[in-house]
């Protein structure tokens, strides 16, 4: 798939060489479909927390590492933005923006699939399986100020 830009958002164009017919020719027949994909203006914001960075914008459930004061159903506000998209204009800070905030609702606490740590020393007839399940937060996105 291309992807050709336009003005006021990008054209894909789909390319299918093999299209066999059903005739028993093996003819080769090459199809364009042109689809028009329309940009979004949607509003959104990149926040940080737990170490990795999240685009977020309104209505958006993110699963992010669980936080210390966890409650259900308390809401929770991120300070460290680092960029923010409203209407037309994009702000970007350095590091973060001074007074931008993400406000969040907490939905619950869910855990990751089981990870397997296993250690060995050769020769020494010493095993040990240790498993981990890391425990992460699911929250939705209600206000970008």
């Not at 992807?3 to 066999?20: F, S």
């Not at 809401?75 to 204009?89: N, P, T």
């Amino acid at each position: 798939m291309m992807r050709l830009p336009l003005e006021g958002g990008y054209e894909q164009i789909r390319v299918n060489i093999c299209d066999r017919k059903t005739s028993g020719t093996n003819k080769m027949a090459k199809k364009e479909e042109t689809v028009k994909s329309q940009e979004t203006a949607q509003d959104y914001a990149v926040i940080e927390t737990g170490g990795k960075q999240y685009r977020v914008e309104v209505g958006d459930t993110v699963v992010i590492e669980k936080l210390a004061d966890a409650e259900a159903d308390k809401e929770i506000v991120f300070d460290k933005v680092l960029a923010v998209k409203a209407g037309g204009s994009m702000k970007i800070g350095s590091p973060t923006i001074d007074g931008a905030t993400v406000k969040a609702k907490t939905l619950r606490s869910v855990k990751e699939s089981k990870i397997d740590v296993f250690k060995k020393k050769r020769r020494k007839g010493f095993s040990k399986k240790i498993g981990h399940r890391q425990e992460k937060l699911a929250v939705q996105v209600t206000a970008i100020g």
